[in-house]
C-alpha cells in the first residue's frame, strides 16, 4: 500500500479536529439562552412539520410548472407528479437523492429558487431540532424547548449563509463555475463539439458541502470539473461535509453544560469514520491487488485519486451529505459496503447537519440504557431518568428507517418494476438496490449508480422511504426532547457512570455497530460482503 | 420465613418441572412477548414439519429443531416456575401461622370473645400469656414479651410496651408473658401478615417501571430481528431467480434463525430475575412493599439515619473523671458516685458503673449520715445527694449539665474554677457530653460521658460511600458533639439539633436537587419522613405509623440493614442488563454459525464452494449440524443461566467505572466469545453422534 494515500486523510482529519470546536463554540453563543415566545414540543414540532409542509407543497408546484418561470435558458420542461413529489420530498428532507440529472431537467429558477432555497431549510430544520432536543435534556424546569422561528432563522442567517458565502467565494476563486448563460457549444482542441453546461453552480454548491444536502447541480456531482475543479476546492468540499455536524458535538456540549460529553461523541464520531476509511483504503487496496492492478480506477477520476475518492465515499455517507466525487457502484466491494453500512447505521457517524446528532443521541440512550443497567441504577442520561416511554419512541426513530430499508430492498429484488431498472444481477444487483433504499432513508441521497431509480415505483417508494427516515426520527426525539424537559435533573453521584469516559466512547461504539451491523449483516453478506469475497478468491 | 438456603431444592425443582408445563397456555405465554414469538416459531415449525410428513419428506434436523425451539419455551417457564417456587414456600410458611383465632374483646370494661374476623379498626382486645394476636394493633396498657418468629424468624422474644416507638404488635405473633391491650388498627384481611403473603404471592403479577422499558427495548429487538427473517427470502430468492445458487430458507431454518437471535437468554428470564430479587429482600429479612421500592433501593444517593441506637448503642456512659485543680481523682470519682445514687437514667447508672469497676468505690454510703438524695429531673438537670461523712463533715455533693452545677455554684458564692471549664470544653469538642460534679460551693471536676459508636459501623460506611451512597446523621446534640461522633463513625454529614421536622425538610432539599433519598426510622415522628423518602425502611420493632409510612420493613429491626437493600436493588438491575448485553452479544456468533449455513448454496463456485464458506469461521461440520449447534445452545443457555438469574450477578461495592468494567468483560465479551466455543463443541457432539 502506498503510504502517501494516508496523507490526504492526516490532514483532513487534522483540520477537523481543529475547525470544530471553534465553530461549535460560536453556534452555541449564537443559539443559547432563553428568548421570549417559547414553545412546548407540541408547539415546536408543530412549527417545523407545517414549515416543511409548506416548503414541499411549494417546491412541488414550482417544479410541475417551471417551464412557465423565469431563469429557463435551456427550456427544461415541468416535471410530472412522481418526479417532482420525490424531488420536493428528497430537498425538503435534507437527502437531496436525485433520480434525474440536474442540468438537463431543472431550469436555473428550480435549482436556485426551489432546491437553493431547501438546501438552506431543511439544513435548518436539521439543526433547529438538534438544538430544540439539547434543550430538553439539558433544561429542568419549565416546559419549552425554544422558539422554532427563532432558531431557524438564526441559524440561516448566522451560520449557514456566512459559511456558504465564504465557501462560495472560494470556490469561484478557484474556478468553480457561476453564471446565469445558458450551456454553450465549444470545440474541443482534439477538434470534437462538446456541450459545456454553465449555471449558478458554485453558491450552490457551498450549501450542498455544508448543509449535508449533497445534491449536485450536475448529474456527475463533484466529480465534475466545474463542480469541484481544483485539490483545494476537494479539500475544502471534503470539510465542509462533516463541519457543522462535528461542531455541533461542541455545541451540544457546551448547551448541555457536559463539554467533555460533547467530546466524548465527537470522539466516537471519528473513530467510526476513521475506521469506515481504513477498511475502504484496505479494501480498495486489496481489491486492486487480486486483479493484478495499482489501484481501480473505473468510475474515480484520475485527477482526484484513490485516497480522496475513498475519503470522500466515506464521508459523504458518514455525513448523510450524499454528494460524490467518485462512483460509488465502482469501488472495491467492501468500500461500497462502507458506505452502505454508514448509511443503515443511520446517519449519525456525524451524519446530517442536527439530524446526525439527534440520532446519535437515541444510540447514547440505548447505550446508557444498558450501562445503567449494568452498574445497577435506573437508566438515567444527562440526569434525566429514561422511563419506558422514552425507550420506546427512542426504538421506534431506530427501528423505522431500518424497516424501511429492508423492506424497500426486498421489494423491489422481488418485483418486475423493482427489478427492470437493475443493472447489474447477482450480488452487485443487491448492493445496487440495497444502497438506493439505504441513501433514501438515511436522508443521504448519494446514489450508487447503475440503477434506473427515475421511475414512478421507485420516485414513490423512495419518497416514501426519505419521509420515513426522516420524520420518523424527528418526532420521536422531539417528543422525548417534550418529556425529558421538565423531569428534574438528577444530581451526579459516585454512583453514576460518566458519560465521557473512554469506557464509555467504546461502549457506544459498540451498541453502534452490534445493533446497526446485526440488523443488516445477513444482507450485507448476500451483496458486498460475499462480492469482496468472490473478488479477492478471483471470482470475477 | 427461614427457609432452606439453597437457591434451589430438589422438591422444588420437581415442581417447576410440572408448572413449566402448565405454563404453555397461550395467557401465560402472551406475558413474554420474546417468548410468545419463540412459541409461534415452534407452532410453524411443528406445522411444517407435519406438512412434510403427510408429503412424505420426513427430515430429522427438522424434528430436532422443532423440539429444541419448544424446549427453549420450555426452559423459560421452567425458571420462572423455580422462582415463583421460591415465594409460594413462604408464602404458605407465612399463611400457616396466619390462622383465624379468638379474641378477648373488650366491651364498655367487659370482656367478650370473639372470631378474630369480626374485629374491626378501633377495637381494644386483650392478650395474656400465651394467647396469639389476633390482629395488628397498637399497645395501649401494659408491657409484653412477644414472640414474633412467626414473621422475622428470630426466636428471641421482643418486647412491646404501651407508649413510645415499641407500641407496634403484629397479628399472628404471640404473647409470651404479662398482659397487654390493643387497639386493633387494620381490619381483617389487610394485615400486615396478610400484606406480607399478596406481596410474596403476587411479586410476579406487578412489573416494574424499569422492567418495562426493559421489555420496550426487547420487543424492539424482536421486531428487528423478525423483520430481519420475513425480509431475508426476498433477497434470495432474487438471488436464485437470477441464477446464483439458492438458499435453504425453510421454515424450519428461518425459526432457528429467529430464535437464535431475538433476546431468548434474557426474555426467558426476566421474570425469574424480578421475582428472585424480592425473595433475596425477603431472605434477608425485610419486606419490600412494591417492586418499584427495591429498584429504587438500587439508586439511592443519600441515606438519612438517626445516630441514636444505629450509629451509637442507645445511651452515653461515662468514660473518664476529670478532676479539678486540687482534686483527686478518687475524691471526685466518690462524690460522682454518691451524686448519681438516685440518678436511674442510664448515663447515671453509667457513672455508678466507672467509679465502682475503675476506682473502686464500693457502698461507700454505708459510713455516711443523714444522707438525703436527690433524683435527677429535667427542671433542675443535677441529680445529688446530701449527707454527712464519718468526720463529721457535711457535704451537699451535685452532678449535672455544666451550666446547670455553674449556676448552683455561683448561687452559693463559688465559682467555675477556669481549668474546669476547659476541661468540660474539651470533652464536648470532641463529641462527648461534659457533667460537672460540685460539692456545695466548690468544683471537683468533671465526668466525661461519651456516646458509644457501634463496632464496624465505620466500615459499613465505607461500604455505602463505595457504593456512591452519602450517609447524614441525625442527631439532637449539639453541632459539636455531632460532629465528634460525625467523625468517628465515618459518616459524610449530620444534622445537628434535628427537630423532627427537620428530617423531612432535608428529604425535600435533597430532592429537589436531584437526589435519592433513603431513610429509616421507627419512630411515629419518623412517618412524615418514610413516607416522603425514596425508600421508607422501617423497623419492624416500630410503630405501627412508622410501618405503614414506609414502603419496606425491616423485620430484624437492624438500622445497617440499609447496605444488603442496596445491594439487592443494584444487583436486580444489573442482572438484567448483564444478561440483556450477554443476550445481544450472543447473536454474533449465531449469524456466523447459521448464515453461512443458510446461504451454503449461493454463489457456489466451479469448484462447487460457496464463497460464503469463508464465514464459517467456526468451521463447523455441516449446515445442518451448524443450525441445530445454534439453536441448542440457544436453549440450553437459558437453562445454564438460571442459577444466575435466581443468585444476581456478584455485585461487589467498588467505583462504577470497575463494575462496568467488568460486567462488560464477563458479560459482554463473554457474550461474545462463549458461544462460538459453546456451538463448535455442540457441533462436534452432534457430527460425533451422527444426529445432522
Known amino acids: 500500500m502506498d503510504l502517501t494515500q494516508l496523507i490526504p486523510i492526516g490532514v483532513f482529519l487534522l483540520l477537523i479536529v481543529v475547525l470544530s470546536p471553534l465553530l461549535g463554540t460560536y453556534i452555541a453563543r449564537l443559539l443559547g439562552g432563553e428568548g421570549a415566545d417559547e414553545m412546548d414540543w407540541k408547539q415546536y414540532l408543530g412549527a417545523i412539520l407545517t414549515f416543511n409542509a409548506v416548503g414541499f407543497g411549494f417546491l412541488m408546484c414550482l417544479l410541475m410548472c417551471q417551464q412557465y418561470l423565469p431563469l429557463n435558458p435551456d427550456g427544461a420542461k415541468g416535471l410530472d407528479l412522481a418526479l417532482a413529489f420525490n424531488i420536493a420530498v428528497s430537498f425538503v428532507t435534507n437527502t437531496n437523492w436525485q433520480s434525474y440529472a440536474g442540468e438537463t431537467t431543472l431550469s436555473q429558477f428550480s435549482q436556485m429558487v426551489g432546491l437553493g432555497t431547501q438546501n438552506f431549510l431543511s439544513a435548518a430544520t436539521g439543526i433547529a431540532v438538534l438544538v430544540a432536543v439539547t434543550r430538553g435534556l439539558s433544561r429542568s424546569t419549565g416546559a419549552s424547548l425554544g422558539n422554532a422561528w427563532r432558531d431557524m432563522s438564526r441559524i440561516v442567517l448566522g451560520i449557514l449563509l456566512p459559511l456558504s458565502l465564504l465557501f462560495a467565494v472560494i470556490f469561484v476563486s478557484e474556478g468553480m463555475v457561476q453564471s446565469f448563460d445558458s450551456a454553450r457549444q465549444i470545440t474541443t482542441v482534439e477538434g470534437l463539439q462538446q456541450t459545456v453546461p454553465a449555471g449558478p453552480a458554485a453558491s450552490q454548491i457551498a450549501i450542498k458541502q455544508l448543509g449535508t444536502n449533497g445534491g449536485g447541480y450536475f448529474n456527475a456531482n463533484s466529480a465534475h470539473p466545474l463542480e469541484n475543479p481544483t485539490p483545494l476546492t476537494n479539500l475544502l468540499s471534503t470539510l465542509a461535509l462533516i463541519l457543522i455536524p462535528g461542531a455541533l458535538c461542541f455545541t451540544y456540549g457546551i448547551m448541555t453544560n457536559q463539554r467533555r460529553h460533547g467530546l466524548a461523541l465527537f470522539v466516537t464520531m471519528i473513530v467510526l469514520l476513521t475506521i469506515g476509511i481504513g477498511t475502504s483504503l484496505w479494501s480498495e487496496n486489496v481489491s486492486a491487488a487480486a486483479i493484478g492492478e495499482t489501484a481501480l480506477m473505473e468510475g474515480k477520476e484520475t485527477r482526484i485519486g484513490v485516497a480522496e475518492s475513498v475519503l470522500w465515499s466515506t464521508t459523504t455517507t458518514a455525513a448523510s451529505n450524499g454528494s460524490v466525487n467518485a462512483m460509488h457502484s465502482s469501488l472495491s466491494p467492501a468500500a461500497g459496503g462502507v458506505a452502505m453500512l454508514n448509511m443503515m447505521l443511520g446517519e449519525i457517524v456525524f451524519g446530517g447537519v442536527g439530524s446526525g446528532l439527534y440520532g446519535m443521541i437515541l444510540f447514547v440512550i440505548l447505550t446508557v440504557f444498558l450501562t445503567g443497567l449494568m452498574v445497577g441504577r435506573t437508566p438515567e442520561y444527562l440526569g434525566k431518568r429514561i422511563d419506558a416511554v422514552d425507550m420506546r419512541w427512542a426504538i421506534v426513530a431506530i427501528i423505522a428507517p431500518s424497516a424501511s430499508m429492508l423492506i424497500g430492498s426486498a421489494l423491489s429484488l422481488t418485483t418486475d418494476v423493482g427489478r427492470s431498472s437493475m443493472l447489474h444481477s447477482g450480488a452487485h444487483g443487491v448492493s445496487e438496490v440495497l444502497y438506493a433504499w439505504a441513501s433514501a432513508a438515511g436522508n443521504n441521497g448519494s446514489a450508487f449508480a447503475g440503477l434506473n431509480a427515475n421511475t414512478t415505483f421507485y420516485n414513490i417508494g423512495i419518497g416514501i422511504a426519505m419521509l420515513i427516515g426522516r420524520y420518523a426520527v424527528i418526532i420521536p426525539v422531539v417528543i422525548i426532547a417534550g418529556r425529558m424537559v421538565s423531569r428534574i435533573r438528577m444530581k451526579e453521584s459516585a454512583g453514576t457512570f460518566p458519560t465521557h469516559s473512554p469506557l464509555f466512547v467504546l461502549l457506544l461504539i459498540g451498541t453502534i455497530l452490534i445493533v446497526g451491523a446485526l440488523t443488516f449483516f445477513p444482507v450485507l453478506l448476500m451483496g458486498p460482503l460475499v462480492e469482496q469475497v468472490q473478488l479477492m478468491q478471483g471470482g470475477f | ?692
Not at chain 2, 439458492?246 to 426476566?270: E, F, H, K, Q, R
Not at chain 2, 438519612?304 to 451509637?312: Q, S, V
Not at chain 2, 467488568?662 to 461474545?672: D, E, F, S
Open chain 2, 1 to 692: 420465613m427461614a427457609i432452606t438456603s439453597s437457591v434451589m431444592s430438589r422438591a422444588l425443582i420437581v415442581q417447576a418441572l410440572k408448572d413449566g408445563i402448565v405454563k404453555f397456555h397461550p395467557r401465560e405465554l402472551r406475558r413474554s412477548p420474546v417468548m410468545a414469538i419463540v412459541a409461534i416459531g415452534a407452532v410453524a415449525t411443528s406445522i411444517a414439519l407435519i406438512v412434510d410428513i403427510t408429503k412424505g419428506s420426513f427430515s430429522g434436523v427438522d424434528l430436532q429443531i422443532t423440539l429444541w425451539l419448544w424446549g427453549t419455551v420450555y426452559f423459560a417457564n421452567i425458571a420462572e416456575s423455580i422462582a415463583e417456587g421460591r415465594g409460594k414456600a413462604q408464602a404458605d410458611a407465612l399463611r400457616r401461622s396466619r390462622q383465624t383465632t379468638t379474641a378477648r374483646k373488650m366491651v364498655h370494661g367487659a370482656e367478650q370473645v370473639v372470631g378474630s374476623s369480626e374485629l374491626h379498626v378501633g377495637d381494644l382486645v386483650v392478650c395474656e400469656t400465651g394467647d396469639l394476636i389476633p390482629l395488628d394493633g397498637d399497645v395501649i396498657d401494659g408491657i409484653a414479651s412477644v414472640d414474633e418468629s412467626a414473621i422475622t424468624g428470630e426466636s428471641a422474644p421482643v418486647i412491646r410496651e404501651s407508649g413510645g416507638d415499641r407500641s407496634a404488635v403484629t397479628g399472628g405473633t404471640r404473647v409470651l408473658s404479662d398482659r397487654i391491650v390493643i387497639r386493633i388498627s387494620v381490619e381483617p384481611g389487610q394485615a400486615f401478615l396478610d400484606r406480607i403473603i399478596g406481596m410474596v404471592e403476587g411479586a410476579q403479577r406487578q412489573r416494574t417501571p424499569n422492567e418495562i422499558a426493559l421489555s420496550t427495548l426487547l420487543i424492539g429487538l424482536t421486531v428487528v430481528f423478525v423483520l430481519v427473517v420475513i425480509t431475508l427470502p426476498f433477497f434470495t430468492q432474487y438471488l436464485s431467480s437470477t441464477g446464483n445458487g439458492s438458499a435453504d430458507t425453510s421454515i424450519s431454518v428461518l425459526m432457528a434463525l429467529l430464535v437464535c437471535l431475538i433476546p431468548t437468554t434474557i426474555g426467558g428470564l426476566l421474570s425469574a430475575i424480578g421475582i428472585s430479587g424480592m425473595d433475596r429482600l425477603l431472605r434477608s429479612n425485610v419486606v419490600a412493599m412494591s417492586g418499584r421500592a427495591v429498584e429504587a433501593a438500587g439508586d439511592i444517593d443519600v441515606l438519612l439515619l438517626d445516630k441514636t441506637g444505629t450509629i451509637t448503642f442507645g445511651n452515653r456512659s461515662a468514660s473518664e473523671f476529670l478532676p479539678a485543680p486540687g482534686v483527686s481523682v478518687s475524691d471526685l470519682a466518690r462524690a460522682a458516685y454518691t451524686a448519681s445514687l438516685a440518678d436511674e437514667t442510664p448515663e447515671g447508672r453509667s457513672i455508678v458503673h466507672l467509679a465502682r469497676h475503675t476506682h473502686n468505690i464500693r457502698d461507700a454510703h454505708e459510713d455516711l449520715r443523714d444522707v438525703v438524695t436527690h433524683a435527677f429531673t429535667a427542671q433542675t438537670r443535677m441529680s445529688g445527694a446530701d449527707f454527712v461523712d464519718v468526720s463529721g463533715t457535711s457535704h451537699h455533693v451535685r452532678k449535672g449539665a455544666a451550666d446547670a452545677v455553674e449556676a448552683a455554684v455561683v448561687a452559693l458564692g463559688g465559682s467555675m474554677p477556669k481549668d474546669v471549664r476547659t476541661a468540660a470544653d474539651k470533652v464536648a469538642s470532641a463529641g462527648s457530653t461534659p457533667l460537672v460534679v460540685s460539692d456545695g460551693d466548690r468544683v471537683l471536676g468533671v465526668i466525661e460521658l461519651k456516646d458509644i459508636v457501634k463496632g464496624g459501623i465505620r466500615e459499613r460506611f465505607e461500604r455505602l460511600r463505595l457504593m456512591g451512597i452519602r450517609t447524614v446523621m441525625i442527631t439532637g446534640d449539639n453541632p459539636l458533639t455531632a460532629a465528634a461522633i460525625a467523625a468517628e463513625a465515618g459518616v459524610d454529614d449530620f444534622i445537628a439539633e434535628a427537630k423532627p421536622e427537620d428530617k423531612l425538610a432535608r428529604i425535600r432539599l435533597e430532592q429537589s436537587q436531584g437526589r435519592l433519598v433513603a431513610m429509616i426510622g421507627d419512630g411515629t415522628n419518623d412517618a412524615p419522613a418514610l413516607a416522603q423518602a425514596d425508600v421508607g425502611v422501617a423497623m419492624n420493632s416500630g410503630t405501627q405509623a412508622a410501618r405503614e409510612a414506609g414502603n419496606m420493613i425491616d423485620l430484624d429491626s437492624n438500622p445497617t440493614k440499609l447496605i444488603e437493600i442496596v445491594e439487592t436493588g443494584k444487583q436486580l438491575l444489573m442482572t438484567r442488563g448483564a444478561l440483556t448485553t450477554f443476550s445481544i452479544a450472543n447473536d454474533v456468533s449465531k449469524y456466523f454459525a447459521i448464515l453461512p449455513a443458510m446461504f451454503a448454496g449461493l454463489y457456489v463456485g466451479s469448484d462447487g464452494i460457496s464463497p460464503m464458506e469463508i464465514f464459517n469461521i467456526m468451521g463447523l461440520a455441516s449446515p445442518q449440524s451448524a443450525i441445530l449447534s445454534a439453536v441448542i445452545f440457544n436453549a440450553l443457555i437459558i437453562i445454564a443461566l438460571i442459577p444466575l438469574a435466581l443468585r444476581g450477578v456478584t455485585y461487589k461495592p467498588q467505583g462504577v467505572s470497575a463494575v462496568l468494567r467488568r460486567n462488560v468483560l464477563v458479560y459482554g465479551l463473554g457474550g461474545l466469545l462463549i458461544p462460538f466455543v459453546g456451538i463448535k463443541l455442540l457441533d462436534i457432539i452432534i457430527s460425533a453422534l451422527g444426529l445432522a
